[in-house]
């Protein structure tokens, strides 16, 4: 079946720091691919997403880019902020009928001062 | 503009109680409705979803219920809350043809 791969965490980072969480998959078809966020006592939201391959999904300084040679899907962010403490979870989905997401099961980004 | 609602916010029940949390939808027409569990620390665990009117998929057999009496609202139930049910409950919806999902704010649930 299709498949979502997280890196563990926490991933616990100093302000200013570069971050990389790592997401790979695997699934029948052509998956869109997605990054949310949850926020501390949120529910989830969209970060970003990308629906081919060589796409680049980018928001609020986050970027990632969809690699069907090596099934992933990588957040990165060049300079984290403490605001982006949050948990974040990889996704795809097969558009049309009633296909369910499928859900990492989400990497705790912690960032000190 | 889509937006989705959840009520409560919080929720503290004893075992054994019952249990009714409320989901709508606005700003779309017949959604993909889903019901998830967050246990503390954890990642999702879908509960149910649902493609229409009185369509109820379930995903974990336990005992909690789910019905979708409207095209734009989703009801998560319980007649007799365990308190393995604690957790953070989200609904969320998707049009089908976007694929994003977008999720509701949440219930915290604790079961004492």
């Known amino acids: 079946g299709d498949s979502v791969t997280q890196m563990e965490g926490p991933v616990t980072l100093s302000e200013e720091a570069f971050l990389t969480i790592n997401c790979t998959y695997t699934a029948t078809g052509y998956p869109s691919l997605f990054w949310y966020v949850q926020y501390p006592g949120e529910g989830l939201q969209l970060l970003l997403k990308?629906?081919?391959?060589?796409d680049k999904g980018s928001n609020k300084g986050f970027e990632a880019t969809y690699r069907k040679e090596t099934t992933s899907f990588h957040l990165e962010k060049g300079s984290v902020q403490v605001s982006d403490s949050a948990v974040y979870f990889c996704?795809?989905?097969?558009?049309?009928?009633?296909?369910?997401?499928?859900f990492g099961r989400g990497t705790s980004l912690i960032v000190h001062p | 503009s889509q937006t989705i609602h959840q009520w409560p916010a919080t929720l503290v029940q004893p075992v054994g109680s019952p249990l009714s949390l409320e989901c709508t939808v606005e700003g779309t027409s017949n959604p993909n409705l889903y019901w998830y569990r967050q246990a503390a620390g954890r990642g999702l665990q879908l509960l149910f979803y649902?493609?229409?009117?009185?369509?109820i998929s379930s995903e974990v057999p336990q005992n909690l219920s789910a019905s979708r009496p409207q095209d734009r609202q989703f009801i998560l139930s319980s007649k007799k809350l365990l308190l393995s049910d604690s957790g953070f409950y989200l609904c969320a919806f998707d049009s089908g043809s976007t694929d994003t999902q977008y999720f509701g704010p949440g219930t915290r649930l604790t079961v004492l």
């Open positions: 649902s493609v229409g009117i009185g369509q």
């Open positions: 996704a795809l989905s097969l558009s049309g009928g009633s296909y369910i997401p499928t």
């Open positions: 990308a629906t081919k391959a060589d």
